[in-house]
């Protein structure tokens, strides 16, 4: 087998063992903590009867916890085995809070809205950030290298929530920008196009927000790992060649600097994670932070369990495809 | 080339002692921030005395009391509960300082103990503990964070374990990697054949080699902890018992601060957390920057390589090469940066090269022969600057080009074959292709197919192969990469090929393999070589002629056979006096005593005179100049002065 | 001649290789890496002993073997007439007292944060064979002295940085001496030194044979140093000694194929000596790749039909000489590896 294919299948089979360990982590979890809230939910008083009882069937809520080894009975028929066969099927069970809506379609829908928040907003970062990064550290020790550190280090210092509260006052009272929501509550919209604009002036300043945030951590990881590559020997190979400096960064710095890059996007996904939740509790908008938030608030723990799932697979599939980049970027990885 | 600055710069501090930790401090960041978290310290510890009210007494709020703008009994103005904001503020600093710490210790703990165990140990013990920790990299922690303390109750116990708990495994692959380094230092294999055990092993040589850079990464997760905490408590997960930043800023936004106007409950909060989070973060990455220094510089700065003023003199009358002379050099000078000013690492440095032959640059580590060869391609390290001389080349003087003509000359006309060749290709492009991006940059018409033809042609001559043509560098052998950079340097067919220390590092066999090969396609392609070497033996095998270089000048210049029969230098005669030669065995060798001089402790007058068993009253005094001695020999010694009779 | 101190007898050692995919998913155990091969050899007090092979020839293998750092697989390691593998710990950690070992890399081998006399201190520590302060100070002195660091006080309490190369080894060369070994196993011990510091090395090296009766056992590739410092020589290819004997005999008429490849490739200090090397053409193999028959047929500008097929044992090539070639092919030489 190829090394390249080696290398896939070990990132794949990682991935997937880490993605089977969150979900049983998770049961165990919301079990193992004081107040076990699977049993205290089947009691939540906001659940219709029927709700209950179907509550109590779906997740064998009477049953053992983990394997059943009573006579006769099958081993698997345990609390434990239901949750996985109800999260294969993609039930995720009823919101307390929200009057028996399936936690599913809550994230679904939430999930949607932070990406639209999200991925503009990363991207916008990587390429800002490797851009002022590499420039940062070509120009080391002049005046916008000292300037664009300092913004970084001060940016990263940010709390995110704080930040973002700053734009929504300066969006609002100088931009005339709204402050809440997807969209201007009760607007009738003439056309497809004017709806977007609408969203995209909600969407405006939290995606600011989280752009800034993400910015400064990018432009540091970048100028530090531009230094790195500009001080090895094949930069020195290359301008014995008589390579233009601009040949040189496009065909010999940019990619060995990315190798850093992509690893710390990867590591720091968490943070990424963490700017959401804050950035859309600050606007209001309706992803899945915000669920969260008000999950949290309102002790709702199925959707805190659901959107806990998404949020845990979510970054472990993009932990894997940063594997992927990097095996396409460096072939020394996937050399056996 | 981090051979040469090794072998140029004066040498690094050492990575031991107090004197790190001032360094660190001694930074404009350092000095900042760790100034910020000094007065937050101080804040914190004197709350009750610097503050106007006490926030934890109940009191009683009438409407009006409500977001009072800052006045003489406010300075800050209230809260949303009417209290004061400044009290708040002041008391608030004690519940980040004491989660940041309390958090941060946790996580060093925990990360470092795990991390060393997992780094030193190996083996089964050390896959699981990195696997469980490559687990808590993956999961986001804000998440595990969110669902715990949620479940298990907001207490500030809960919350710093919670942040402490969950962040651990960063330090854990941070000081696992750091460990695994210090592993395999040969100080530690040297531990180990003494017979020391592992406690021994790890007590005096990993730990303390481990817990500098544990403690910086320690400030830093401060930093983190503080603000995880004041997240938390602004999505409503704080301790309701305590007064934190984060709670202000919570309870402010949402209870109508932003409505009212009240800017005072909001700003300060959050400049707050800002003051301590960015103190910790400018003192541990100022810390960081003190243990793990960085080269300052890098290799594509602007180029201020050259600072050799205008010639004012015809080139043919200044430079007296004969017409057989390639490359003509004449009073090279070159210097590096260093704090203590200017250092001189080649002084007045001249000889001629003649088309066809090969030159051998010998002399001992830091005489400067790498220095110079990298200085006649203008491709000085970073700090290092040419202060005098000129390298005439056809017409022209190499010194006087603008940086687009020397752009063309090198590597067309002149090229280099550098030590290392692993780290002298890049890794993550095929061979092949580096070859022939050579030949395109020079040879504008040749097109994409012709260059990469002519590259597999230049493979397959060195004995690579033209098959491996796709193949990455970390692919080869050492003996292959080593064929594959004479490939990139002839692939323009240049006049003259530089090769500093081609063959150090490989198999005898393999050196021989390369020095045949270099000589064979130098006598095809009718170039001249430089072939600088610290091998006697290699220089007697290959060289037409040998300058010898002591202490960044040339102390002898001759022919070979004339220079190893008759040596006349004192260093040359003692440097072949402690070479061994495998015709004469029962030779007894004897070594020089001292070692070459330092750039930074440059002796006056000779640079060879503490070691030379002949120095007499002359030589700590003056500079001696190369004696002309007929038939291109050349020597500075005032031994040899003609006059002297 | 006296009681060797180191004895290698038949020694093998084997490492696990690499598994593929489909080993793994057929269950099948790894294919072992030959790293040493049937090694035998002697080294007896006051005797330098020298191995010289490339990288990947197993020299580094062997050094392991003598300091008890690595099992052998199959065969026996003595030292000083016992047999290493039937000692308990305790025995086994006070056996290695008297094997000490000098590295490659005096910038590397000395831990930067540790002064000269921390250092030379530290065998002395780890092993507890001294009871006091005094005494351990005393012996630091003396190995210091010994090692030619003199004036020992200018030198007890600078760091590593503070020193050359060439004294960075000599510290090395004492915290070795303070134990007062019997053998000294030294691995390339001048290659990273400027030229005009080796010899002093050397000779040091050589006196501590000479005048403390100390078997040293030095690992290198450079075959001029070997005939200039060296009792005898074992010549190593991909795990196997191919020629062993008197260090001057074996390189003034080498026996073996490679040796007298390895021989002309010297490089002499003497353009009128110029002479066509006779240089292999190729590599070294991967020790996990193995040519069946004689190991370096595959590279033997003389190789014939026999070679791909016979493995030759060490033949007798002349008094105490022997060589593994087919062409020398007589009677075995002496399996008793202490004459």
Request: charged letters at 20%; glycine letters at 8%.
């Given at each position: 087998m190829?090394g390249r294919g080696?290398y896939l ?6 991935a997937a063992v ?6 049983s982590?998770?049961f165990f979890?919301?079990?193992?903590l004081?107040g076990d809230?699977?049993k205290a939910?089947a009691r939540?008083p906001r659940l219709s009867?029927?709700?209950i009882?179907?509550?109590t069937e779906?997740f064998?809520?009477d ?7 009573e006579d006769g009975a099958?081993?698997?028929d345990s609390?434990?085995?239901a949750?996985l066969?109800?999260l294969?099927r993609?039930d995720l069970g009823m919101?307390y809070a929200f009057?028996?809506?399936p936690?599913?379609?809550?994230l679904?829908?939430?999930?949607v ?8 907003a990363q991207?916008?970062a990587i ?6 990064g ?7 020790g002049t005046?916008?290298?000292v300037v664009s550190?300092?913004?970084s ?12 509260i ?6 609002s009272?100088?931009?005339?920008l709204?402050t809440?929501?997807k ?5 009738q919209y003439a056309s497809f ?12 300043m939290?995606?600011l ?6 910015l ?9 790992s531009?230094l790195d590559?500009f ?11 008589g390579?233009?400096?601009f040949?040189?960064?496009r065909?010999?710095?940019v990619?060995?600097?990315m190798l ?7 590591l ?5 994670v963490?700017?959401?939740i804050?950035v859309?509790?600050v ?6 932070g915000d669920l969260?938030v008000?999950?949290?608030s309102?002790?709702d ?12 697979v979510?970054v472990?599939?993009?932990?894997f495809v940063?594997d992927?980049?990097?095996?396409w970027?460096d ?6 | 080339?981090t ?8 040498p690094?501090?050492?990575i031991a002692?107090t ?7 001694r930074r ?7 100034g910020?978290?000094?007065v ?8 009750p ?13 009438t ?9 003489a ?6 809260d949303d509960g009417g209290k ?5 503020l002041i008391?608030g ?7 940041g710490?309390s958090?941060a ?10 991390g060393?165990?997992a780094?030193?140990?190996?083996g ?5 503990l990195?696997s ?7 999961i986001?922690e804000i998440?595990l ?5 949620a479940i298990a109750?907001?207490?500030l116990?809960?919350i ?8 651990w495994?960063t330090?854990a692959r941070?000081?696992?990697?750091q460990?695994l380094?210090?592993?395999?230092r040969k ?5 180990r054949?003494?017979?020391?055990r ?7 040589h990993?730990?303390?080699a481990?817990?500098?850079l544990m403690?910086?990464?320690t ?8 603000l ?10 704080g301790?309701?018992t305590?007064?934190?930043w984060g709670q202000?800023?919570?309870f402010?936004f949402?209870?109508g ?6 800017w005072w409950a909001?700003?300060?909060p959050?400049?707050a957390i800002?003051w301590?989070?960015l103190?910790t973060?400018?003192?541990?990455t100022?810390?960081e920057d003190?243990l793990?220094?960085r ?5 594509l700065?602007?180029d201020?390589s050259v600072?050799?003023?205008r010639?004012r003199?015809p080139?043919?009358?200044h430079?007296?090469?004969t017409?057989?002379t ?7 000078a070159i210097?590096?940066?260093s704090p ?5 690492a080649v002084?007045?440095v001249?000889?001629d090269l003649?088309r066809g ?8 580590s ?7 060869i990298?200085?006649l391609?203008r491709?000085?390290p970073p700090g290092g600057r040419?202060v ?7 017409d ?9 003509e020397m752009r063309?000359?090198?590597?067309s ?5 550098f030590?290392?060749?692993m ?10 292709d580096q070859?022939?991006e050579?030949?395109r940059?020079?040879e504008r018409g040749i097109?994409?197919r012709g260059?990469?033809r002519?590259?597999g042609e230049l493979?397959?001559r060195?004995g690579?192969g033209?098959?491996?043509?796709g193949d990455y ?10 064929r594959?950079?004479i ?5 323009c067919r240049?006049?003259?090929v530089m090769?500093d ?10 050196q021989?393999?390369i020095?045949e090969l270099?000589?064979e396609?130098?006598r095809?392609?009718g170039?001249?070589?430089i072939?600088v070497t610290?091998?006697l033996?290699?220089v ?5 002629r040998v300058?010898?270089?002591?202490g960044?000048r040339?102390?002898e210049e001759?022919?070979?056979?004339r220079l190893f029969a008759?040596?006349q230098?004192?260093y ?6 402690s ?5 004469h065995?029962?030779?007894r060798?004897?070594g020089?005593?001292?070692s070459?001089p330092?750039?930074d402790?440059?002796p006056t ?11 007499f009253?002359?030589c700590?005094?003056e500079v001696?100049?190369p004696?002309?001695?007929g038939d291109?020999r050349?020597?500075?010694c005032f031994l040899?002065?003609?006059d002297?009779? | ?6 004895v290698v007898r038949d020694?093998e ?9 489909l080993?793994v998913l ?5 294919p072992?890496?030959?790293?040493v091969?049937?090694v035998?050899?002697?080294v ?8 010289v092979?490339e990288s990947g020839?197993g ?6 073997l003598l ?5 052998p697989s ?9 047999d290493?593998?039937r000692l308990g710990?305790?025995?086994l950690?006070?056996?290695r007292?008297?094997?000490?070992m000098?590295?490659?890399d005096?910038?590397e081998?000395?831990n930067?944060?540790m002064?000269?006399a921390?250092v030379v ?9 001294l ?12 190995a210091?002295?010994e090692?030619?660091?003199t004036?020992?006080d200018?030198y007890?309490?600078r760091l590593p940085?503070e020193l ?33 510091i ?7 090296l050589?006196a501590?044979?000479?005048e ?10 450079d075959?001029s140093?070997?005939a200039?410092?060296a ?5 190593m290819y ?5 020629e ?17 490849a390895l021989r ?15 240089v292999?053409?190729?590599e070294?193999p991967?020790?996990s790749r193995i040519?069946?028959?004689c190991?370096?047929h595959?590279?033997c500008?003389?190789a ?10 060490l033949?007798e ?5 022997a060589?593994?070639?087919?062409l020398v092919?007589g009677a075995p030489?002496a399996?008793?590896?202490?004459d």
């Open positions: 190829s080696r299948l070990g990132k794949a089979a990682w880490v993605v089977f360990v969150v979900i982590f998770n979890l919301f079990r193992v004081p809230p699977a939910g939540d009867p029927a709700s009882v179907a509550l779906r064998g809520l049953k053992p916890v983990f394997l059943n080894l099958s081993p698997f609390q434990y085995f949750y066969g109800a294969s993609g919101s009057r028996d809506e936690v599913a379609d809550l679904g829908e939430a999930l809205n932070t990406i639209w928040l999200i991925l503009p991207v916008l390429l800002f950030g490797t851009a002022l590499l420039l940062a550290a070509w120009r080391r005046a916008l290298d550190l300092t913004v280090l001060f940016l990263w210092s940010l709390p995110t929530f704080f930040l973002a700053l734009l929504l006052v300066f969006g009272s100088y931009l005339d709204p809440a929501g969209v201007t509550i009760g607007a196009w004017e709806e977007l604009g609408d969203i995209l002036r909600h969407l405006a939290p995606t927000a989280f752009t800034l945030v993400l400064g951590e990018y432009m540091l990881i970048m100028r530090s531009v590559v001080s090895e020997d094949y930069i020195l190979t290359a301008k014995a060649k390579l233009s400096t040949r040189i960064i065909d010999h710095a990619r060995n600097a850093p890059m992509v690893t710390l996007i990867a720091n996904l968490a943070f990424t963490s700017g959401a804050q859309e509790q606007f209001s908008w309706p992803g899945i969260t008000e999950a949290i309102q002790r723990y199925p959707v805190l369990q659901g959107a806990f799932i998404l949020i845990a979510a472990v599939i993009a932990n940063a992927l980049v990097y095996g970027l072939p020394r990885v996937t050399h056996a | 080339m051979a040469v600055v090794q072998a140029t710069a004066p690094t501090a050492p002692g004197r790190r930790w001032r360094a660190a401090l404009p960041m350092g000095l900042i921030g760790g910020m978290l000094l937050a310290v101080l804040t914190a510890i004197a709350a005395l610097l503050a106007p009210y006490d926030p934890y007494a109940p009191v009683r709020v409407i009006f009391d409500i977001f009072q703008a800052p006045s009994a406010h300075p800050l103005g209230t004061d904001v400044l009290s708040s008391y600093a004690r519940v980040s300082l004491i989660v710490f958090a210790t946790i996580t060093t703990v925990v990360g470092g103990l795990i060393i165990v780094g030193y140990r190996g089964r013990i050390g896959i699981g990195m469980i920790t490559d687990f808590f990299l993956v986001p998440a964070q969110i669902v715990i303390v109750g907001q207490s116990v809960n710093i374990l919670v942040i402490g708990l969950l962040g495994a330090t941070l000081v696992r990697s460990t380094s210090v592993r395999e100080f530690v294999h040297r531990a054949a003494i017979g020391a592992d406690a021994h092993i790890l007590r005096r990993v730990v303390p481990v817990l500098p403690i910086a990464n400030v830093l997760v401060i930093s983190l902890a503080i995880s905490e004041s997240t938390l408590a602004f999505i409503g997960l301790d309701p305590v007064i934190s202000m800023l919570n402010a949402n209870r601060a932003i409505s009212a106007g009240a909001l700003i300060p959050g400049l800002v301590v989070v103190g973060t400018l003192l541990g100022a810390l003190a793990n220094p080269l300052k510089r890098h290799h700065e602007k201020r600072a050799v003023p010639s003199l080139l043919e009358r430079v007296g090469g017409p057989s390639v490359l003509a050099v004449r009073d090279l210097e590096f940066d203590s000013g200017p250092l001189r002084d007045g001249s000889f003649r032959e090969t030159l051998g640059l010998v002399g001992e830091g005489c400067g022969k790498t220095t110079t990298l200085g391609l491709l000085l040419i005098g001389g000129s390298v005439r080349y056809g022209d003087d190499l010194l006087q080009l603008d940086s687009a063309e000359v090198r590597w006309r002149l090229s280099l074959v030590q290392g060749a780290n002298a290709l890049n890794p993550v492009r095929p061979v092949g070859v022939a050579a030949i940059v020079h097109g994409r260059a990469s002519r590259a493979l397959e060195v690579i033209r098959g491996r043509y560098p970390h692919t080869y052998s050492g003996g292959m990469r080593q594959a950079m490939a990139l340097a002839l692939a240049p006049d003259v090769a220390e081609p063959t150090t590092a490989l198999d005898v066999m393999i021989a393999q020095l270099l000589a396609l130098g095809e392609m170039m001249s070589v072939l610290h091998d033996g290699v007697a095998q290959t060289c037409d300058v010898v270089m002591y960044g040339v102390a001759a022919d070979a056979a008759d040596p230098h004192p040359t005669q003692r440097l072949l006096a070479f061994p030669d495998i015709a065995p029962e030779r060798l004897q020089i005593p001292g070459p330092r750039l402790d440059m007058g000779c640079p060879f005179h503490p070691r030379c068993p002949l120095a009253e002359r700590p005094t001696p100049p004696f002309d001695l291109g050349r020597a500075a040899v002065e003609p002297r009779g | 001649m006296a009681e060797p101190v180191a020694v050692v084997a490492f696990a290789g690499r598994r593929s995919l080993d057929r269950f099948r155990p790894a072992p890496i030959r790293a091969d049937s035998s050899f002697a007896a007090p006051g005797e330098v002993l020298a191995i092979g020839s020299k580094t293998t062997t050094a392991n300091l008890g750092l690595l099992p199959a065969g026996h390691v003595e030292l000083d007439g016992r290493v593998a710990r305790r025995e950690a006070r056996l007292r008297s094997v000490q000098i590295f490659q005096p910038y081998s000395l930067p944060r002064r000269v921390d201190a530290e065998p002395l520590r780890v092993h507890r064979v009871g006091s302060d005094a005494e351990v100070r005393e012996r630091v002195r003396e210091l002295g090692a030619g660091m004036p020992v200018a007890l309490h940085f050359s190369g060439g004294q960075r080894q000599r510290v090395a060369i004492a915290a070795a001496l303070a134990l007062r070994p019997k053998l000294l196993v030294a691995d390339e011990p001048v290659s990273m030194l400027d030229v005009s080796r010899a002093d090395i050397l000779n040091l050589r501590l044979a000479d403390h009766d100390i078997a040293v056992v030095m690992i290198t590739h075959l140093t070997v200039a410092y009792d005898r020589i074992a010549v991909l795990g196997r000694i191919v062993q004997g008197e260090a001057r005999a074996v390189l003034s008429d080498p026996q073996h194929p490679y040796t007298r002309s490739v010297v490089p002499v200090p003497d353009p009128a000596a110029r002479r066509v090397p006779q292999l053409s190729g070294m991967d020790p040519p069946s028959g190991r370096f595959p590279r500008p003389l014939f039909d026999r070679c791909r097929v016979e493995d030759p044992p033949f090539a002349g008094p105490g000489h060589a593994a070639c087919l092919e030489a399996k008793d590896v202490r």
